[in-house]
């Protein structure tokens, strides 16, 4: 992908390191299932572009299916709820 010009290196940066930011950043964790660490994290990949925008909105507002799909064995196996699947690509 690198190649092709197809890798964000934003993204990237994101994927491997997570939000490094030292700032608490904007409101607090509502769900007891995720960490605070996936919150900080969520709190800045909303940010990183189009596709990632709505991502915490979703989740507040299907949380009982995100809750389902974080508790699968193997998430990664299964379609990503809120349609997420169909509209990132093989990176994300």
Do not use: H
């Not at 608490?24 to 189009?50: C, E, H, T, V, Y």
């Amino acid at each position: 992908m690198d190649g092709e010009g197809e890798l964000n290196k934003t993204e990237l940066d994101f994927f491997l390191k997570g939000n490094t930011s030292l700032e608490a950043g904007g409101k607090q964790n509502p769900f007891n299932w995720m960490s605070n660490n996936g919150w900080k994290d969520l709190q800045r990949l909303i940010n990183l572009g189009a596709v990632w925008t709505n991502l915490m909105t979703d989740i507040e507002n299907n949380e009982r299916i995100w809750k389902e799909w974080y508790d699968i064995e193997a998430p990664e196996q299964t379609n990503i709820p809120c349609g997420y699947s169909d509209s990132l690509n093989k990176f994300q």
